[in-house]
């Protein structure tokens, strides 16, 4: 199947193999998921000008900052800094205390609304 191929050159654009050029599309897709969501959310066009111009960083900031103000937060009070659902505790937490709170939270967490 020609998604199982590795890309072990760079594209020749000029080829005339159809599977090639699937198989290109779709290990692209997989590697680079972020790339895109991004073409799709603005409608650039692949290796246009415009997508060249935009660095992985550029287009994975914009992903996580869109994640993080599609959640839920809390209502915005002015002048209040933490306006955002985030626990800045965690931050200052060591790996240890991290694993005993993701325990914690785990322990208390009701699987049986899970059930199916």
Do not use: C, G
Not at 81 to 90: I, P
Request: net charge negative.
């Amino acid at each position: 199947m020609f998604w199982k191929k590795k890309i072990s050159k760079p594209i020749v654009v000029n080829v005339i193999d159809k599977d090639y050029i699937k198989n290109f599309v779709y290990q692209w897709n997989l590697s680079y998921p972020i790339d895109r969501w991004w073409r799709n959310k603005h409608k650039i066009a692949f290796n246009s000008p415009e997508h060249r111009a935009v660095s992985f960083f550029d287009m994975r900031f914009e992903f996580d900052e869109d994640e993080l103000f599609n959640k839920e937060y809390k209502n915005y009070v002015p002048d209040i800094d933490d306006w955002l659902d985030v626990d800045k505790d965690d931050e200052f937490l060591t790996d240890e205390q991290k694993l005993d709170k993701y325990k914690k939270e785990f322990k208390d967490l009701d699987l049986s609304q899970y059930d199916d």
